[in-house]
């Protein structure tokens, strides 16, 4: 069964302070891994998509990295803007639906 | 460019009652997905439409629920009866049909049902 889990599920840094968010998954084959932010009462952000095993992206301070394994959101020098959920999610091989854990809520303190 | 948008954005109702659920996916999206999340748990997926046809049911839990897409545009989502297990938020989701093969989904703001 294809299964995501993301870890820790709470995270409060301070503003600066650069941490990373974990995502492993199993997964019947992948075709991609896919990386939402979530404000409260509202919908899922589309941030990253990674395909393959070694791709990385960048967006601001925020930048994705995939294994065969698991997936790394690194947030460098956060600021209290970037407090949100933060979801990762995969698409099976031959699949568009989407496998979705249950997010990591990140607070930014200033 | 207009996002992917959901009517109405709360609905309260009484367990037996029907209710129904838009979406308005980005225009010139071809796939149309349907989410919910449930309290406490992660968002599933129900269903996917390509233009009008339904291509995955698999998550759809009973056959409580219907999914429709008229002409491949706007789509409903009908719960008939509601039961209490059904509320949580329904997200739809929509993305193109690109060459490459790679669909990026986009969401919508969800509708936050309670059944009562």
């Known amino acids: 069964e294809d299964q995501v889990t993301q870890s820790p599920e709470a995270l409060r840094l301070q503003e600066g302070e650069s941490s990373s968010l974990n995502c492993s998954y199993t997964?019947?084959?992948?075709?991609?891994l896919f990386w939402y932010r979530q404000d409260p009462g509202k919908g899922p952000e589309f941030l990253f998509t990674?395909?393959?095993a070694g791709e990385e992206k960048e967006k601001e301070r925020l930048k994705a990295t995939l294994t065969k394994k698991e997936s790394f959101l690194h947030i460098t020098a956060p600021k209290p803007e970037d407090s949100a959920t933060y979801l990762c999610?995969?698409?099976?091989?031959?699949?568009?639906?989407?496998?979705f854990g249950q997010g990591t809520r990140l607070t930014i303190n200033p | 460019e207009a996002g992917v948008t959901q009517f109405p954005s709360h609905s309260v109702i009484e367990k037996g009652q029907t209710v129904t659920l838009r979406c308005d996916p980005i225009?010139?999206?071809?796939?149309l997905y349907w989410y919910r999340r449930v309290m406490g748990k992660e968002i599933k997926f129900l269903l996917h439409?390509?233009?009008?046809?339904?291509?995955?049911e698999s998550g759809m839990p009973n056959n409580r629920f219907l999914a429709e897409r008229t002409g491949g545009t706007y789509s409903t989502l009908k719960v008939q009866p509601a039961e209490l297990e059904d509320s949580g938020v329904y997200f739809c989701?929509?993305?193109?049909?690109?060459?490459?093969?790679?669909?990026?989904?986009?969401f919508g703001p969800g509708t936050r049902l309670t059944v009562t």
């Open positions: 989701a929509s993305s193109q049909d690109p060459p490459d093969r790679r669909y990026e989904q986009y």
């Open positions: 990674l395909y393959s």
């Open positions: 225009s010139g999206h071809d796939n």
């Open positions: 999610a995969v698409a099976p091989q031959g699949a568009q639906k989407l496998v």
């Open positions: 997964v019947s084959g992948l075709r991609g």
């Open positions: 439409f390509v233009k009008e046809s339904k291509q995955d």
